[in-house]
């Protein structure tokens, strides 16, 4: 059985806790209410990968710099994989991915989720966000599941970009999206002050304006996430070092990748990556070529959360493919 610990004010020092030192001080995936009476409380979390740290490194920020919103704002703060931000990966091996368990399941991590929500739920959050990292360089941007005006309108106050992602199951905002207007935001790598700083600056103008903003929908671009490019399983076991992913594609993220790239090297010429759309068919052929043990675009795309860390791609994705939408 897994429970998350509850508290109603910050342990002294949490503040002082990097992310990989807060196992220190908790004992693991934590709520914190600093919910006020008569005042519906704002939703973060962070952590739900433990090697993205710059939600934590907000909350950090927003209490330093703002003491006096301990007691005046009414937030709840969800820090999800304290274990994994420990050891500074996004997921220990053995643990499912804490940001695909919210769509009910049998293991402990989705009875975590399923009692987050209730007490949520409980509370009448207005607006959830959750905080998250790129590893490799992007431009911040939100990703939505809905295009509700309200979704469209908060995503605008983050940034001028966002992702409907109808994939992958089970993430936080999809299941908050139930509750109340719930974005994810992206906010940069872990590894730039200012992902924390945009995220920190978000968090306190919702908290200071208690409502949602006006923003202002139709300046936001929204992408879609139609294609998702994983690691063959059987790859993924057999050796840590392939594919080898190309690094210079990192710079192409939300941008017009030709036809023929080279998106990564395989071990031989067994099929090492596969594509699938939002309704999880397989259609790698539709998109790449393997030549050799090289595998290429047989299309233009647009990609989006490329990452050259073979870790991460395959406890994750190696990349999404985009397209523009008109909501
Ligand atoms: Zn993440």
């Given at each position: ?21 807060l ?10 209410d ?25 909350i ?42 919210w ?39 939100s990703?939505i599941?809905?295009l ?21 199951p ?60 994983t ?5 993924a ?28 090297s ?55 493919f ?6």
């Amino acid at each position: 059985m897994m429970r998350f610990d509850l508290h109603h004010a910050l342990p002294a020092n949490v503040l002082d806790c990097t992310a990989a030192q807060l196992a220190d001080v908790l004992r693991g995936p934590t709520l914190f209410d600093l919910g006020k009476p008569g005042k519906a409380p704002l939703f973060v979390s962070v952590l739900l990968h433990g090697n993205e740290t710059s939600g934590w490194e907000a909350i950090r920020k927003l209490f330093s710099k703002y003491p006096e919103l301990v007691n005046t704002s009414s937030i709840l703060i969800f820090v999800g994989n304290v274990l994994s931000a420990q050891k500074g990966v996004r997921k220990l091996d053995g643990q499912p991915d804490y940001n695909r368990v919210w769509n009910g399941g049998s293991t402990p991590e989705h009875k975590l989720a399923e009692d987050v929500i209730a007490y949520a739920d409980s509370k009448k959050p207005w607006c959830a966000i959750d905080v998250h990292n790129n590893s490799g360089p992007n431009p911040h941007y939100s990703v939505i599941t809905d295009l509700a005006p309200a979704t469209r309108a908060l995503a605008s106050t983050f940034s001028s970009l966002a992702i409907l992602a109808k994939q992958p199951p089970g993430t936080l905002t999809q299941a908050f999206s139930d509750l109340c207007t719930s974005i994810t935001i992206e906010a940069g790598i872990p590894a730039d002050p200012d992902s924390s700083e945009r995220a920190t600056a978000l968090i306190r103008q919702l908290l200071s304006e208690g409502k949602l903003a006006e923003g202002s929908p139709e300046s936001l671009e929204i992408f879609d996430n139609f294609v998702r490019v994983t690691v063959e399983p059987e790859i993924a076991n057999q050796d840590r070092t392939f594919p080898k992913l190309n690094p210079e594609l990192d710079t192409f993220n939300f941008k017009c990748l030709p036809a023929g790239s080279l998106v990564c090297s395989l071990k031989d010429r067994s099929r090492g990556i596969r594509a699938n759309d939002v309704e999880q068919r397989d259609v790698t052929e539709d998109y790449f070529v393997v030549e050799d043990t090289e595998v290429r675009l047989r299309q233009d795309v647009i990609i989006s959360m490329y990452t050259r860390d073979p870790l991460i791609a395959v406890q994750d994705c190696i990349c999404y493919f985009l397209k523009s939408i008109e909501p």
